[in-house]
C-alpha cells in the first residue's frame, strides 16, 4: 500500500469506478460477494490496490498546496520535476498568519522562494504535504504571493 485505504464513503462514492475496477481484474459480482461473505484477505488486496490508483491520480492532478500557521505561510507550486516554495515570515511575534491581515504588517514581513527537485515520487511527496497539513490552494493564489516576492523591496535568496 503506498497511499491509505479510501474511506466506506470514499469507496461508496466511486462505486461504478471500484465495480469496473473489480472486472477488470477478472471479479464479478457474485465473487466479491462471496469473498467478502468469507472475509478474504484479497478483499483488501483489492480495496488497497484501487485506494493507490484513485489516490495516485488525484495527487496528478495536484498543482498548488499552501500551509499556514501562525508563524509562516509557506505555498508550493508542485510541478512535474520539481516543487517551488514561497514563503513568508517574520521576526515580529506579534504577527500571527492565521489571523492577521498582512498588508498592516508589510514592513515586517520577509518574503523568499525556494526550488526543490522531488527526491522521492512526486506524488508521494504531494501525499507527504497533504498529510502535514497542506490544503489544496487555486493557481491564482499561488500567482499573487510569487508576484508579491517579485514585488518585494527586500527579498532573501535561496
Same mark, same amino acid.
Given at each position: 500500500?503506498?497511499?491509505?485505504?479510501? !474511506?466506506?464513503?470514499?469507496?461508496?462514492?466511486?462505486?461504478?469506478?471500484?465495480?469496473?475496477?473489480?472486472?477488470?481484474?477478472?471479479?464479478?459480482?457474485?465473487?466479491?460477494?462471496?469473498?467478502?461473505?468469507?472475509?478474504?484477505?484479497?478483499?483488501?488486496?483489492?480495496?488497497?490496490?484501487? !485506494?493507490?490508483?484513485?489516490?495516485?491520480?488525484?495527487?496528478?492532478?495536484?498543482?498548488?498546496?499552501?500551509?499556514?500557521?501562525?508563524?509562516?505561510?509557506? %505555498?508550493?507550486?508542485?510541478?512535474?520535476?520539481?516543487?517551488?516554495?514561497?514563503?513568508?515570515?517574520? &521576526?515580529? &511575534?506579534?504577527?500571527?498568519?492565521?489571523?492577521?491581515?498582512? !498588508?498592516?504588517?508589510?514592513?515586517?514581513?520577509?518574503?523568499?522562494?525556494?526550488?526543490?527537485?522531488?527526491?522521492?515520487?512526486?506524488?508521494?511527496?504531494?501525499?507527504?504535504?497533504?498529510? !502535514?497539513?497542506?490544503?489544496?490552494?487555486?493557481?491564482?493564489?499561488?500567482?499573487?504571493?510569487?508576484?508579491?516576492?517579485?514585488? %518585494? %523591496?527586500?527579498?532573501?535568496?535561496?
Amino acid at each position: 500500500m503506498k497511499y491509505r485505504i479510501l !474511506s466506506d464513503n470514499e469507496l461508496k462514492e466511486l462505486e461504478g469506478e471500484f465495480k469496473h475496477f473489480l472486472i477488470t481484474n477478472n471479479v464479478y459480482t457474485e465473487e466479491w460477494e462471496e469473498l467478502n461473505k468469507k472475509k478474504d484477505k484479497k478483499v483488501l488486496e483489492l480495496v488497497e490496490m484501487f !485506494s493507490d490508483i484513485v489516490i495516485e491520480k488525484a495527487l496528478k492532478n495536484i498543482k498548488y498546496l499552501e500551509h499556514i500557521t501562525p508563524l509562516d505561510i509557506k %505555498s508550493f507550486k508542485c510541478e512535474d520535476e520539481q516543487m517551488i516554495l514561497i514563503g513568508i515570515a517574520s &521576526k515580529n &511575534k506579534n504577527i500571527d498568519f492565521t489571523k492577521d491581515i498582512l !498588508s498592516d504588517f508589510a514592513d515586517d514581513l520577509d518574503i523568499f522562494r525556494m526550488t526543490k527537485p522531488f527526491y522521492k515520487d512526486r506524488e508521494l511527496e504531494v501525499f507527504e504535504l497533504l498529510n !502535514s497539513g497542506c490544503s489544496i490552494i487555486n493557481e491564482e493564489r499561488f500567482n499573487k504571493l510569487e508576484m508579491a516576492y517579485n514585488y %518585494s %523591496s527586500k527579498p532573501m535568496k535561496n
